[in-house]
């Protein structure tokens, strides 16, 4: 086999892109996105379980049940941070095998849960736990990937790949009922026969994926960078500003994804774990978007007109409670999901343009942008990720302390109008706007 290590890597050349660049960057395009889609998939895995623990003898509560569909989210942030840092240290393609074949533990942990009578809650917990190994897939590949691409295409091709990752979401919303539902058919002894086939039917996907990674993948050279030179960007204010906002968009996104079935059981009649999918599915279809407009008119506009779309989603389900409408409940929740798919599309566009802006207006030195880039890609996801636990546990307090979510929204609610001010205030107002094309 051929050596998967590239140490001649010139994307911005515009020969070199279009004699071998652009044939590479996409196979490894390809293949990143195969792995993270499923690690989002297991991730995700927990927030439809969840929702048949009671049907199969599990009395866990509704604050329970919620707990269980954030602890991978909390999980899966910090696990962002190493993993962000090893794609430096192994390279991206040795990197992308070891995250996908890690996968096997929580979808072994999920199967022993649900075929265990008796299992208690706290196992539960740590099952859904090691879920959160998913989480941290997103951002080695998005750090891995955005070395690949030249600053024209950066936008859209991490838009690209976000996005095929974030419909694993969707992906596993609509395969567990499927290969569960022969389960709800079983005699009242056996309800839950086959919930463990949500893992089941994972398994060799997994195995495929850290195959095809293995064979078709490349390590770039350029990637290995001193752990001085990834630590670098945490003096800029704009890795914090960056990573704040990244909570608002990805955290809203993922924090939704895992409520929002139970949200649907909960507050309506049910039928939650079968229309849930719908969500992530457009929220991930429309991250390309995000970065296909920051490409053209730049991500701090798309991020700014995103919060507002967010504060306008979140208005709409505070009235569909308010009215007992489902459908108005239904279509707020799903132009949530659209704006976070936008806004993360636009976030993660803005953080290559402003390091290369740094890094160009500091010492004229690119590849050092690109590597406090890829740093912070991985940082602000992790940061962002907390959002996805932040936002169900919110829910599972507001149910618990006033019977209702309508407080936790109103929380929501203030969260996105700061954002919006922090947008505008470091790039979009006059005194801002030194950092062109953000």
């Known amino acids: 086999m051929r050596d998967r290590w590239i140490t001649h890597w010139e994307p911005e050349d515009p020969e070199f892109w279009e004699r071998s660049g652009s044939r590479i960057a996409r196979r490894n395009l390809i293949f990143s996105i195969f792995a993270e889609h499923l690690g989002f998939s297991v991730w995700l895995m927990w927030s439809v379980v969840?929702?048949?623990?009671?049907?199969i003898g599990f009395p866990f509560d509704a604050d329970q049940l919620l707990w269980i569909v954030a602890v991978p989210n909390l999980v899966g942030a910090f696990m962002r941070l190493p993993y962000t840092a090893a794609v430096a240290y192994f390279g991206g393609r040795t990197w992308t095998v070891i995250?996908?074949?890690?996968?096997?533990l929580p979808l072994t942990l999920l199967i022993y849960c649900v075929t265990t009578p008796g299992t208690p809650y706290w196992m539960f917990l740590l099952a859904a736990?090691?879920?959160g190994f998913g989480g941290g897939n997103f951002a080695s590949s998005m750090a891995n990937i955005s070395y690949f691409y030249p600053e024209r295409h950066k936008g859209s091709a991490l838009g690209i790949n976000a996005a095929g990752g974030n419909i694993g979401v969707a992906v596993v919303q609509v395969a567990i009922p499927l290969v569960?539902?022969?389960?709800?058919?079983g005699t009242a002894q056996q309800p839950g026969l086959y919930l463990q086939n949500a893992a089941i039917v994972y398994v060799i996907p997994v195995v495929a994926a850290a195959i095809c990674a293995w064979l078709y993948m490349d390590d770039l050279a350029?990637?290995?960078?001193?752990l001085g030179t990834q630590l670098s960007a945490l003096r800029s204010k704009h890795t914090w500003v960056m990573s704040f906002l990244y909570i608002g968009t990805f955290g809203s996104f993922i924090g939704y994804s895992a409520a929002f079935p139970l949200l649907i059981n909960t507050q309506f009649t049910g039928g939650g774990q079968y229309v849930s999918f719908?969500?992530?599915?457009?929220?991930?279809l429309s991250r390309p978007a995000g970065g296909w407009m920051s490409d053209r008119v730049g991500g701090a506009k798309v991020t700014a007109w995103t919060f507002l779309g967010l504060g306008i989603g979140v208005?709409?389900?505070l009235l569909s409670l308010a009215a007992d409408s489902f459908a108005l409940f239904l279509v707020s929740f799903l132009a949530l999901f659209v704006m976070s798919g936008i806004g993360n599309g636009s976030t993660y566009r803005m953080i290559p343009a402003i390091f290369r802006a740094e890094a160009l207006r500091a010492d004229g030195l690119i590849t050092r942008g690109q590597t406090q880039a890829a740093a912070v890609i991985g940082l602000a996801s992790a940061i962002g990720a907390l959002g996805g636990f932040l936002i169900p546990r919110g829910f599972g307090m507001s149910i618990t302390q006033t019977g209702s979510i309508v407080s936790a929204l109103l929380v929501f609610l203030a969260g996105y109008a700061v954002c919006l001010g922090a947008t505008w205030w470091f790039y979009l107002r006059s005194r801002s706007r030194s950092l062109a094309g953000v």
């Open 129 to 131: 736990a090691t879920a």
């Open 50 to 55: 969840a929702v048949y623990l009671p049907a």
């Open 99 to 104: 995250t996908a074949a890690v996968l096997l």
């Open 222 to 226: 350029v990637v290995r960078a001193k």
């Open 180 to 185: 569960i539902g022969i389960a709800l058919l």
């Open 315 to 317: 208005g709409g389900v």
């Open 278 to 284: 719908l969500g992530p599915l457009i929220g991930s």
